[in-house]
């Protein structure tokens, strides 16, 4: 890649494969369901079911449940290597504490239909780049390809 990202910007990555399902606080502002990209294989949390909630499990199910459940909250694809996004939305993130200072540009990509148009039900990715933080959703700009510029419009 030659230039920076911006908005409108058509890319692809082979690390768009890799991702978690979460939450993002902070930038992008609002909370949406979205792929978050990951350069590691699997994260695993585990969650403490209490009581309460076992005896109200084995009443509707008649089945013993477990007293912990391991969730696997990674969504690795293939697809995405190969599907086009366009940016939708960035801006820049910077923090610093006891251990330094990092910064990078944050980006927000969906995912385009097949035939390249815009799709509104596209599935939505965020990462880092472009800066000097050290996160697993950190991909460098070299492994990104910028396919066309879209322009929007409104109808």
């Known amino acids: 890649m030659t230039r920076k990202l911006k908005v409108g910007d058509v890319i692809k990555s082979n690390r768009f494969r ?19 990209m990951a350069g590691v294989t699997n994260v695993i949390d585990e969650e403490r079911i209490s009581e309460d ?6 009443l ?9 459940v391991r969730n696997s909250h990674y969504r690795n694809n293939k697809s995405r290597a190969r599907s086009e996004f366009v940016v939708i ?11 330094g200072s990092c910064s990078a540009d ?13 799709n509104l039900n596209g599935g939505l990715l965020w ?3 472009n800066g ?13 390809t910028i396919v066309r510029q879209m322009e929007h419009s409104f109808r």
């Not at 509707?60 to 912990?68: L, V, Y």
């Not at 960035?90 to 504490?97: F, I």
């Not at 944050?106 to 815009?118: A, E, N, P």
């Open 18 to 36: 890799y991702g978690y399902l979460g939450d993002v606080e902070g930038p992008p502002c609002s909370r949406l369901k979205r792929i978050i």
């Open 53 to 58: 909630k076992r005896v109200a499990m084995a």
């Open 60 to 68: 509707r199910t008649g089945k013993k449940p477990p007293k912990i």
């Open 89 to 99: 939305e960035m801006g820049h993130y910077s923090s610093s504490g006891e251990r």
């Open 106 to 118: 944050w980006i927000l990509v969906q995912r385009l239909k097949q035939d390249g148009t815009f």
């Open 127 to 129: 990462f880092y780049t």
């Open 132 to 144: 000097d933080i050290a996160a697993c959703n950190y991909i460098d700009q070299e492994e990104i």
